[in-house]
């Protein structure tokens, strides 16, 4: 059947409220992605130099 829109806002605010009721949890993946931007960054400086 077709996707039930106000199932889909419910389970997206689901998804919102959990990741803000961990906070510590966030911002580990956040400096994990930036440090894994770093690497990249680095081999790209070491591709091109």
């Known amino acids: 059947g077709f996707p039930n829109p106000s199932g889909q806002e419910f389970r997206r605010g689901g998804i919102i409220a959990g990741i803000a ?18 690497a990249y960054k680095k081999v790209v400086v070491k591709l091109y130099n």
């Open 21 to 38: 009721s961990q906070p510590n949890l966030l911002e580990e993946q956040r400096a994990e992605a930036h440090l894994r931007t770093l």
